[in-house]
C-alpha cells in the first residue's frame, strides 16, 4: 500500500505560480513512475505530467507544457509539480498517483497507475 498526500494548492491570480507537493508514505517511490492528473468539475480527470525513475523522463500535457515543471526527491518520497504562469483554465482539483500498473502502461492515462492521492484544490482567478 502507498499512501499519497497532496498539499500545496490554493487561490492564486492569473499569471502567478503554486508548487504543488505529493509526499508518499508506506513505500518507497523511487522506483515508481509519478504522475499528475486533474479534473475541472464536469470533466474528466486527465493527465498533467509524469516522471519517470532515476532521473528519468518528464512528460507533460500540450496544456501545461512549458508553464509546468515535475520533479521528485526520493529521499524525502516526495514528488513536486512547479505551475508558473497560471491560467483560469488551471483550475481544477489536482492528484499525484504512483506507480504503474504495467512496465507499458501509458503513463498519460488514468487508469495506468495503482495509487492515488485525495487531490488538493487549484483555483485561479481571472
Known amino acids: 500500500q502507498v499512501q499519497l498526500v497532496e498539499s500545496g494548492g490554493g487561490l492564486v491570480q492569473a499569471g502567478g505560480s503554486l508548487r504543488l507537493s505529493c509526499a508518499a508514505s508506506?513505500?518507497?517511490?523511487?522506483?515508481?513512475?509519478m504522475g499528475w492528473f486533474r479534473q475541472a468539475p464536469g470533466k474528466e480527470r486527465e493527465f498533467v505530467a509524469s516522471?519517470?525513475?532515476?532521473?528519468?523522463?518528464?512528460s507533460y500535457a500540450d496544456s501545461v507544457k512549458g508553464r509546468s515543471t515535475i520533479s521528485r526527491d526520493d529521499a524525502k518520497n516526495t514528488v513536486y509539480l512547479q505551475m508558473n504562469s497560471l491560467k483560469p483554465e488551471d483550475t481544477a482539483e489536482y492528484y499525484c498517483?504512483?506507480?504503474?500498473?504495467?512496465?507499458?502502461?501509458?503513463?498519460?492515462?488514468?487508469?495506468?497507475?495503482?495509487?492515488w492521492g485525495q487531490g488538493t484544490q487549484v483555483t485561479v482567478s481571472s
Open positions: 498517483a504512483a506507480e504503474l500498473r504495467y512496465s507499458y502502461s501509458d503513463v498519460r492515462l488514468r487508469r495506468s497507475y495503482k495509487w
Open positions: 508506506g513505500r518507497t517511490t523511487s522506483g515508481y513512475v
Open positions: 516522471i519517470r525513475p532515476n532521473g528519468g523522463t518528464a
